[in-house]
Nanobody
Framework: QRQLVESGGGSVQAGGSLRLSCAASGFTFSKSAMGWFRQAPGKEREGVAHISHESGETYYSNSVKGRFTISSDNDKNMIYLQMNNLKSEDTAMYYC????????????????WGQGTQVTVSS
């Protein structure tokens, strides 16, 4: 059974850091593309960071570039999102997503989603 399970969300003050984790199972991790999306109340879902495990290509939205880093551990079938210098506008539900095709992540239509983890940044 294909599954993504996020962890690591929480509440932090502006300027602080959090690291999100996503455990993947049930599919070939090394041939997948994975990433993080977020959605704040009343706002559209936004692609935050993506990584292709086949090509190594990464993507970051302009709003997080230079502050967030996506990484993966092929041995553990995990991806991470290190979030530094958090801002109040980073407050959202963060979702891990995966698809065999990297373009699915780019287009915001990956076929496998986690349940989400809440990040709240107070100013």
């Amino acid at each position: 059974q294909r599954q993504l399970v996020e962890s690591g969300g929480g509440s932090v003050q502006a300027g602080g850091s959090l690291r999100l984790s996503c455990a993947a199972s049930g599919f070939t991790f090394s041939k997948s593309a994975m990433g993080w999306f977020r959605q704040a109340p009343g706002k559209e879902r936004e692609g935050v960071a993506h990584i292709s495990h086949e090509s190594g290509e990464t993507y970051y939205s302009n709003s997080v570039k230079g502050r967030f880093t996506i990484s993966s551990d092929n041995d553990k079938n995990m991806i991470y999102l290190q979030m530094n210098n958090l801002k109040s506008e980073d407050t959202a539900m963060y979702y891990c997503a995966a698809d065999p095709g990297y373009l699915k992540l780019v287009h915001g239509t990956p076929r496998l989603w986690g349940q989400g983890t809440q990040v709240t940044v107070s100013s």
